[in-house]
């Protein structure tokens, strides 16, 4: 922020969700997260992958924090970005979906590991690797029930932890069909 | 037919032709030798050889600035590309349209550290609109097509192609620049909305302190902008000051002109800003240049926005219309509705307000003493001004005191007739670009004003000067010092005039005759006209090392950290010690 803001009244920064649909080129990438770290912005979590083979389109998946003027430059900002096509804003165009998958490993023996299956269970974590030693568990859901979940965990035993980022999806029969037949 | 198949190279050149170009400047080396090759066997686009790479980009930049055509570079890979790293930011900063076409390494050999091998797409991407490495030669026509879409459309910018020595050579079918491609964004956005012009003529027109603030933004919509801001300051009879990249866009003659505003812009069109009820902001982007301190920006004053690139508006200030849309569409929509509501009602009288300014005006925020035999060089630029005024006249800068007295002294009353380097403020820019400029248009007198330590950084190019026969003249108010950063150090830093001075300056004349160009030195005020007379009048380029008087600053000045209403207009001027906060800026 520039210093000649100092004096501003401090406006509340808020998380908001960003769908973005881009070419899958390469440089697509590096120039989105090029623009958060040259100007400045947060970014909290970041996903991409593929959407669409025939026209070779992925998606980007962001969660970013700031005052709504912020929001709103990073915003117009990522559609000066060549190929990037379309920017949604989830958290301002109503109910949407977040969503993000978590592999936990722990190492546990003993009493444990039966406290560490009831806990999976209580949180319908997946049991994907088993040994007299360990667990892996797959638990997908909400950034928040994630969190809590590799909490506990960890107060079980030495753990790994592999999270994919936050996925997301408004609510309802809207799709952007028509915004990406124009491309 | 046979006679689509070509080499990638060839199918370059061919493509280029095809975007309009007829001028590339660039400098050879071993990834680009086959479009050296192919460049050779055509007889449409002259290839200007620079003497290194950013003054190709530069070159370009004057071209493109001073014609509204794209301008074209052509480096090699490696250290080439990263010489035209700082001219491709130049353009990126002032929106200056430029396709760069760079060799690298064969596709094989990308990422094996090669010889000559930079990874020529990571680094320039923060500084290009976009860029594209070339790796499907079946890609490459579409890829150059598209490139020159994009470089010049919406905000505009510098594009870079990468092209690997292999893409070159291969045998490819040329394909059309009117191919249907995938679309590459529709980005473009543009908001222009019927209501909210009609709201915004409704203030405009009602307004008792309007001032109109336009920038360069209104030069690359292309000179209709320029005729229509004119007739809305005429309609509307209200003050406009133009940015650095905007003058010229209302002509200096207009008598509701104030000057350039900002830093070092004039007394009545800082405050004039500073205390206007409604402020129309036209192609400009609220620069920390032209601001100052933000909280103390045009307090009360609603304001209005309309630029071609929508995260302009809002970014720095909050503005209660933003128009998003190219200045020309935007500006023939708000003027038709001025002239219809115009003609409804009659306008809000203006004339306490054209009577405070007139009285700010009284200032005189430019006013110096040319007294004693020692060359002012404000006075410099004035002569040059009377001198050159009948000509068709381009001037191109450097970067530093000189630069902001051109601004100042020198009057202009067209568009795309200056040339500096703005936003970057790159010290080197005026003598490549007064390259560009010439070679655009061959007969127009072409004068680089220049300090002389800017000269220093790119006086290579005196060579590329000698070679194409252009009569460039290169004014240089030669003061011995870094003049702006000695002005901040006497300002800012109790006049420790740390590495400032210029020591070593090469004898001018003798440096130009070792060129066989012309060398003209003055240091008394009274041979100043009949040295500018000698300068225009000589048939081929001249260096005029103009000796000015040494200390002099440039004023008025916004100090760092100040606003608008507390600028100094001398170094009497007992400013308050520059904050701790202004001290940290730039
Ligand atoms: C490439 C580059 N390096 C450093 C600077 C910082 N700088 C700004 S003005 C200036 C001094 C310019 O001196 P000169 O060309 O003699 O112009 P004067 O101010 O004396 O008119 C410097 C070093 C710059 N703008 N550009
Ligand atoms: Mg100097």
Known sequence: MSIYQKNEVKEVETSRTLSLVVDNQPGTLARVIGLFSGRGYNIESLTVTEIDKIRSLSRISLVTRGTSMTIEQIKSQLLRIVPVHIVRDLTLEGPFIKSELALVKLVVKGANRVEALRIAETFRARTLDVTLSSFVFELTGKPSKLDAFTDLMRSLGDTEISRTGVSAISRGNKTETKLLDQI | ??????????????????????????????????????????????????????????????????????????????????????????????????????????????????????????????????????????????????????????????????LPKDIQLSKIKYVNKNTKFKKYNNNNISNIDENVINKVATLLLNAERPIIYAGGGVVNSGQEASKLLTKLVNLLDCPVTLTLMGLGCVPNTNKNFLGMLGMHGTYEANLAMHNCDVMLNVGARFDDRVTGRLNAFAPNSKKIHIDVDKSSINKVVSVDYGIVGDCTKVLSVLVQEVKKLHNQQTIKSKSKWWSEINHWKEKNSLGFQQIGNNIKPQQAIKSLYEKSKNFDTYITTEVGQHQMWAAQYFGFSKPNHWMTSGGLGTMGYGLPSSVGVQIAHPNSLVIDISGEASFLMNMQELSTIVQYKLPVKIFILNNEWMGMVRQWQELNHGSRYSESYTASLPDFVKLAESFGITGLRVDNIKNLGNTIDEMINIKGPVIADIRVEKEENCFPMIPSGAAHNEMILSSDDNHKDTSGEGLALV
Do not use: W
């Open chain 2, 1 to 162: 037919m046979t006679v689509n198949y070509c080499s990638g190279a060839e199918a370059v050149i061919r493509a280029l032709v095809e975007n309009g170009v007829e001028v590339i400047f660039g400098y050879p080396g071993g990834a680009v030798l086959p479009l050296y090759d192919a460049l050779f066997e055509n007889n449409k686009i002259k290839h200007i050889l620079v003497r290194h790479e950013q003054a190709a980009v530069h070159a370009a930049e004057g071209y493109a600035r001073s014609t509204g055509k794209v301008g074209c570079v052509l480096v090699t890979s490696g250290p080439g590309a990263t010489n035209a790293i700082t001219g491709l930011t130049d353009a990126l900063m002032d929106s200056v349209p430029i396709v760069c076409l760079s060799g690298q390494v064969p596709t094989h050999l990308i990422g094996t550290d090669a010889f000559q091998e930079a990874d020529t797409t990571g680094i320039s991407r923060p500084c290009t609109k976009h860029n594209y490495l070339v790796k499907d030669a079946d890609k490459l026509c579409e890829i150059i097509h598209k490139s020159f879409e994009i470089a010049s459309t919406g905000r505009p910018g510098p594009v870079l192609i990468d």
